[in-house]
């Protein structure tokens, strides 16, 4: 076939990519490594990571990030800033159109993570850094000694609520069922602390606020349908996460939910195309499922390069 | 880090910024923020970009309560950009690199 300007690019530099450039860059592929922002992606808003195996008392998001960059930078992949605008699949040569011009490629790994959902209620992005806010290690010690509504039951939610006890004098874990989802320590972890006080069956419905920033939430429960203001200062949202697919939509299969749909090869709806890490429909979403897909997708880039 | 962005404090705010005579873009940033490292190389890249017609500065609000607390920042990173010694855009937490250049393009 004709020449493409690299063997495979890299969409994203978040643990997926950087894994997926590792493992590419050691094949010896010519690789494109592109991030639209900064490389580390949702790891960098982790104040603490506990479950990656190999640091026994945990890393900062932030570390890791630049231990798995300085990684990566060992073996010749370019890392450039870029944000994809479309692209076309469809052929051997694969298109990708930049903000500030046109790449082409053998293989294409999508590794462009998710991102925080939102509520959608009132008050969410016009109080967006004045109170409400997604990060905890970002914006935690301007809320000292202030009472903080946390929103949500997962393993961030809880893992973040007591990040925040450092500064906050009071936090409000609002959750809507009757147990939370994060795991069994983090659990025990948060029932234990004083300065969380679970709010059972019940979701946020307003942000109330003035020039200042954040004032009150509005709480309702789900059963009995009562709202009533709880005032706060900040108001963190934590309900889950949606895919950075907006780039990919009639490119490759997504799911209901507009994650792309792999296979256990990581391969996508299309040949030579791949998908890794948070971007995927995959069951579990942590740094160490997503360098896994990495690993997978590179490897797979490769084999499809040799059989061309 | 941040070699060649300026760092402003509390005292120098209103000369470096408010009085400036071309626009200048601010970075409330501090040491303990993830985001805020990870913005440093696009800020760096986009000040050697944009030399002599937008002055990026740095303020770190940890050492310095009084600025951020003028403009109420309560998340960082925070972007704002000042012409004539108002503030004309504020961007709150991460940002892409088109994006920025876009914002800064529009208000220059």
């Known amino acids: ?308 | 880090m941040a070699e060649g962005i300026k760092e402003i404090s509390d005292a120098t705010f209103d000369a470096e910024v408010l009085k400036s005579e071309i626009p200048v873009l601010v970075d409330f940033w501090a040491p303990w923020c993830g985001p805020c490292k990870a913005i440093g190389p696009i800020l760096e890249e986009i000040n050697r970009n944009f030399e002599g017609k937008l002055k990026i500065v740095k303020c770190n609000v940890d050492d310095n309560p009084s600025s951020p607390s003028n403009y109420g920042i309560r998340a960082i990173p925070t972007l704002i950009f000042f012409k004539g010694g108002e503030k004309v855009e504020q961007i709150v937490g991460m940002v892409e690199k088109s994006k920025l250049e876009q914002t800064i393009k529009n208000n220059l």
């Not at chain 1, 494109?32 to 580390?40: D, F, N, R, Y």
């Not at chain 1, 609520?161 to 939370?180: C, G, N, V």
């Open chain 1, 1 to 308: 076939m004709s020449g493409t300007d690299y063997d495979l690019v890299i969409i994203g530099a978040g643990p997926a990519g950087l894994a997926a450039a590792l493992y590419a860059g050691r094949a010896r592929l010519s690789v494109l490594l592109l991030e639209k922002a900064a490389p580390g992606g949702q790891i960098l808003v982790t104040d603490w990571i506990e479950n990656y195996p190999g640091f026994p008392e945990g890393i900062s998001g932030t570390d890791l990030m630049m231990h798995m960059v300085a990684q990566v930078n060992r073996f010749g992949v370019d890392i450039q800033t870029g944000e994809v605008i479309s692209m076309d699949l469809t052929g051997q040569v694969k298109r990708l159109e930049l903000n500030d011009k046109t790449i082409t490629a053998k293989t294409v790994i999508i590794a462009s993570g998710s991102s925080p959902s939102k509520l959608g209620i009132p008050g969410e992005n016009r109080y967006l850094g004045r109170g409400v806010s997604t990060c905890a290690t970002c914006d935690g010690p301007f809320f000292k000694d202030s009472v903080i509504v946390a929103v949500g039951g997962g393993d961030t939610a809880v893992q973040e609520s007591l990040y925040l006890t450092r500064f906050a004098k009071k936090i409000f874990l609002i959750h809507r069922r009757d147990q939370l989802r994060a795991v069994k320590l983090l659990q025990e972890r948060v029932k234990n602390n004083d300065k969380v006080e679970i709010i059972w069956d019940s979701t946020i419905t307003e942000i109330k606020g003035g020039a200042e920033g954040v004032e009150a939430v509005t709480v309702k429960n789900l059963k009995t349908g009562v709202e009533s203001d709880l005032a706060a200062e900040g108001c963190f949202v934590w309900v889950g996460t949606i895919p950075n697919t907006e780039f990919a939509v009639g490119h490759v299969e997504l799911d209901e939910k507009g994650f792309i749909i792999t296979n256990g090869r990581m391969q996508t709806s299309i040949p030579g195309v791949y998908a890794a890490g948070d971007v995927r429909n995959t069951p579990l979403r942590q740094v160490v499922t997503a360098v896994g897909d990495g690993a997978i997708a590179a490897n797979e880039a490769m084999h499809f390069i040799e059989n061309m």
